[in-house]
């Protein structure tokens, strides 16, 4: 989890040449590319930064290209007419290209917290211009402060991103603790990228997410929500969430669902998304609402079909993760489809003897999806084959394949969930799950008709 190196003391940037490293014109977005002209043509500086640098050099495909400038966002808006400025925090512009946009920001330098003088280092605004130096330096770890210049097509490193790219370790610029303080939501970022590229997080670095990782409860809620899913969502999310295990960061976030699915629980989900791991690299991917699900099967583990009632269990069920849920700020959408997985794995378990029940469930929309998901939770449980024998037997009487897989990774964003098609945010993240939308009733319900 962590390793000691020397830190960076570097009196000035090493640049590396285009001859000495593999980034290439051709690998970049072209719409990007364009932005990156048309701003040096315009006569100010322009780099593309952060991640795509560092994916590059990777050898991966970089999943955004992101632009830093000289230019200022009004000077933005009107070198691109197709531009809208966005942020509080860190204003931005987006240019657009039909659907989708370019994100560039101007140079940043370092902003002093507003009550840095009583201790409180978080900093709600960071707008204040700078030069590319400074914009390194105020950036959170090494591997993401890297530029790559559109003028001369060299790497500019100024806080030694490269060797550790080389070295595999995540390590934050500057003081650690004075970096996760600034804004606490890098810390969820270093556990992020130490997952997604199985890097290591270099020594100070860790030990100041051990000592500060309270403070993940004064970040904006949406940032923590978004890194959360990020993390769920990308390779390698099973070592992600161990790690936030590990550093304390989990059970801050999640302390309800921490104590309701305990150590044992939590082992148990971090196995799902280990398969969940395994089957990507077998190319087969899983939507975010499936892969959250994953979340709330421990609450399964106490069913008894021998002893309990279908409906009386799926009305629990059904209160436990939408309670849960809530606490979580996840978006009701995502609940209710939860809800409705936990319920079809119920329905699996206790009707596998009903014929006429397995035999229509197999054709409703759910049970692909469900099916997928307890191959995933409960596939090595011996006992469970006979049941599964069964369900699969009365499934392959159709001719459709199974789905209930994604054709690719699932890059939409959490926040896609809210809103008009979303199911909104709840008004009330308290113990009654209230909310200020209306709650439809699972589909699935025993009315025990045959």
Same mark, same amino acid.
């Given at each position: 989890?962590s390793a000691d190196?020397?830190?960076?003391t =570097?009196?000035g940037?090493?640049i590396?040449?285009r001859s000495e490293?593999p980034i290439?014109r051709?690998?970049l977005?072209?719409?990007?590319?364009?932005?990156l002209?048309?701003?040096?043509d315009?006569?100010?500086?322009a780099y593309?930064?952060g991640?795509?640098?560092?994916d590059?050099?990777?050898?991966?495909?970089p999943?955004? *290209?992101d632009?830093?400038?000289?230019?200022?966002?009004? /000077?933005l808006?009107?070198?691109f007419k197709?531009?809208?400025?966005?942020?509080?925090r860190?204003?931005?512009?987006?240019?657009?290209f039909?659907?989708?946009?370019?994100?560039?920001?101007?140079?940043?330098?370092e902003?002093?917290?507003?009550d840095?003088?009583?201790?409180d280092l978080?900093v709600? $605004?960071d707008?204040e211009w700078?030069?590319l130096e400074s914009?390194a330096f105020?950036r959170d770890f090494?591997?993401n402060?890297?530029?790559?210049?559109?003028?001369d097509?060299a790497?500019?490193?100024?806080?030694?991103g490269v060797a550790?790219i080389?070295?595999g370790?995540?390590?934050a610029?500057?003081?650690?603790?004075?970096?996760?303080?600034e804004?606490?939501?890098?810390?969820?970022?270093?556990?992020?990228?130490?997952a997604r590229f199985?890097?290591t997080?270099?020594?100070k670095?860790?030990?100041a997410?051990? /000592?500060?990782?309270g403070d993940?409860l004064?970040?904006n809620?949406h940032r923590?929500?978004?890194?959360?899913f990020?993390?769920l969502?990308q390779?390698?999310?099973?070592?992600?969430l161990?790690?936030l295990?590990?550093f304390g960061?989990?059970e801050?976030?999640?302390p309800d669902w921490a104590?309701?699915?305990?150590?044992?629980?939590?082992?148990q989900?971090?196995? *799902?998304?280990?398969?969940?791991d395994a089957?990507a690299? =077998?190319d087969?991917?899983?939507?975010i609402?499936?892969?959250?699900?994953?979340?709330f099967?421990p609450?399964?583990?106490t069913i008894?079909?021998?002893?309990d =009632? *279908?409906?009386r269990v799926?009305?629990r069920?059904?209160q436990?993760?939408?309670?849960?849920?809530v606490?979580?700020d996840?978006?009701k959408?995502?609940i209710?489809?939860?809800?409705?997985?936990?319920?079809? =794995?119920?329905?699996?378990?206790?009707?596998?003897?009903k014929?006429?029940?397995?035999?229509?469930?197999?054709?409703?929309p759910?049970?692909?999806?469900?099916w997928?998901l307890?191959?995933?939770a409960?596939?090595?449980?011996?006992e469970?084959?006979p049941?599964?024998?069964?369900?699969l037997a009365?499934r392959?009487?159709?001719?459709?394949p199974?789905?209930?897989?994604v054709?690719?990774p699932?890059?939409?964003?959490?926040f896609?969930?809210?809103?008009?098609?979303?199911?909104?945010?709840?008004?009330d993240?308290?113990?009654?799950g209230d909310?200020d939308?209306?709650?439809? $009733?699972p589909e699935?319900?025993?009315?025990?008709? $045959?």
């Amino acid at each position: 989890m962590s390793a000691d190196s020397a830190p960076r003391t =570097q009196p000035g940037p090493t640049i590396i040449s285009r001859s000495e490293h593999p980034i290439s014109r051709k690998d970049l977005d072209k719409d990007t590319l364009r932005v990156l002209y048309r701003l040096k043509d315009s006569g100010f500086e322009a780099y593309l930064v952060g991640g795509a640098v560092r994916d590059l050099l990777m050898d991966r495909n970089p999943k955004d *290209f992101d632009v830093a400038t000289d230019a200022r966002p009004r /000077e933005l808006r009107r070198l691109f007419k197709n531009s809208r400025e966005v942020g509080k925090r860190f204003r931005l512009v987006h240019v657009f290209f039909g659907p989708k946009n370019v994100e560039v920001a101007t140079l940043r330098s370092e902003v002093e917290a507003p009550d840095a003088a009583n201790g409180d280092l978080y900093v709600d $605004e960071d707008n204040e211009w700078g030069n590319l130096e400074s914009d390194a330096f105020r950036r959170d770890f090494t591997i993401n402060a890297l530029y790559y210049d559109i003028r001369d097509f060299a790497v500019i490193d100024y806080v030694g991103g490269v060797a550790d790219i080389h070295a595999g370790l995540v390590r934050a610029i500057g003081d650690p603790r004075v970096r996760f303080q600034e804004d606490p939501v890098r810390m969820l970022r270093a556990v992020k990228f130490a997952a997604r590229f199985g890097y290591t997080i270099e020594a100070k670095t860790a030990a100041a997410i051990t /000592e500060l990782h309270g403070d993940i409860l004064k970040a904006n809620r949406h940032r923590v929500t978004e890194e959360f899913f990020r993390i769920l969502t990308q390779a390698n999310r099973a070592n992600g969430l161990r790690l936030l295990a590990q550093f304390g960061l989990l059970e801050d976030l999640y302390p309800d669902w921490a104590k309701a699915i305990g150590q044992t629980g939590l082992d148990q989900v971090i196995e *799902f998304l280990e398969r969940v791991d395994a089957e990507a690299e =077998q190319d087969r991917w899983y939507s975010i609402e499936l892969i959250a699900t994953g979340l709330f099967v421990p609450l399964l583990d106490t069913i008894d079909p021998a002893k309990d =009632q *279908f409906n009386r269990v799926a009305a629990r069920v059904t209160q436990e993760v939408r309670q849960l849920g809530v606490r979580m700020d996840l978006p009701k959408r995502l609940i209710n489809t939860s809800v409705e997985l936990l319920r079809g =794995q119920l329905y699996l378990l206790f009707f596998a003897h009903k014929e006429n029940r397995v035999s229509r469930f197999v054709e409703s929309p759910w049970f692909d999806a469900t099916w997928r998901l307890h191959l995933l939770a409960f596939g090595g449980i011996e006992e469970l084959a006979p049941l599964r024998t069964t369900w699969l037997a009365y499934r392959k009487r159709i001719s459709r394949p199974i789905g209930g897989s994604v054709p690719s990774p699932d890059r939409r964003d959490i926040f896609s969930f809210r809103g008009r098609t979303g199911g909104g945010r709840h008004a009330d993240r308290g113990g009654n799950g209230d909310d200020d939308g209306e709650w439809a $009733e699972p589909e699935l319900v025993d009315t025990g008709e $045959e």
